[in-house]
């Protein structure tokens, strides 16, 4: 049985469709992951996969913003949307895995971490994580 090839691409949304006449001849790729949290993403994903191909839904979005997925494709289809919070696991133990690996110095957490801020200025961490201006928020509390 012939072997085949794997890649893994990261590309701009500008890119998308250019890279699946590239990579897959039009039909489309087998995964592709949300990790943006918006209904415009997840509707790139699913165009972007093969039929019966699996989007893998990473990022949270609004309780208000909605999927323009219908029934008729999801049937006609056979893709697959699954969710993935904190990669399904329970959280304690993967915090806890992320945790030994960033002690084994194989996870790089630091440069997640975009701002720190005091227990005092919380509402400016909160401000941070409305606005989208800060990846990730450290509080002070010692």
Known sequence: MPSRSVSSEAIAPEELEAAKQCLTGGFGFDYAFEAVGKPVTLRAAYDATRLGGTVCLVGAAARTDLPDINMTELVMNEKKVLPSFYG???VRRTYAKIIALWRAGRV??????????PLTDINEAI???HTGEALRTVIDIA
Do not use: A, K
């Open 88 to 90: 399904g696991d329970d």
């Open 108 to 117: 790089d957490l630091e440069s997640m971490i975009t701002h720190h801020v």
């Open 127 to 129: 401000r941070h994580m």
